[in-house]
């Protein structure tokens, strides 16, 4: 199907309208995990859930891809990987935050949401 839509449309346009529905897609759960980050929070400022960003569309291998990631320039990233799967303190002892698996648990929660999103985007303008 995929080969005739690129026969019918031109490859150009086919990857201009999968990259917007990835693009669609990727919001909708970045909104999902910083809604989740937010609640899941405690006493943190929020500076995480609001650093939550979507990818531009780039292919990992043969795969179109969009990614989330929390690049604000201050290297939140370290912080969320942190906060994702737990640490030892500096006194050898392991810390389990608050907010611990939040990201996977907002990823597993807005699969179905994720693609029935990009299912209609592709129906939209197809």
Do not use: C
């Not at 917007?20 to 809604?35: H, M, R």
């Not at 979507?54 to 604000?72: A, C, F, Q, Y």
């Not at 990823?107 to 994720?114: I, L, N």
Request: proline share 2%; hydrophobic share 35%.
């Amino acid at each position: 199907m995929q080969k005739e839509l690129e026969r019918r449309l031109g490859k150009r346009k086919m990857l201009n309208i999968t990259d917007t529905a990835l693009i669609a897609g990727g919001e909708k759960i970045a909104s999902i995990i910083e809604n989740d980050m937010y609640s899941a929070k405690g006493r943190g400022t929020g500076k995480s859930a609001r650093a939550t960003s979507v990818s531009k569309p780039e292919w990992l291998g043969k795969t179109r891809m969009v990614k989330i990631h929390w690049n604000d320039g201050s290297g939140r990233f370290r912080i969320i990987h942190l906060n994702e799967y737990g640490h030892f303190d500096k006194a050898g002892k392991w810390v389990n935050p608050t907010s611990k698996g939040v990201i996977e648990n907002a990823m597993r929660k807005g699969r179905e949401t994720y693609f029935a999103t990009v299912k209609s985007e592709l129906a939209k303008r197809v």
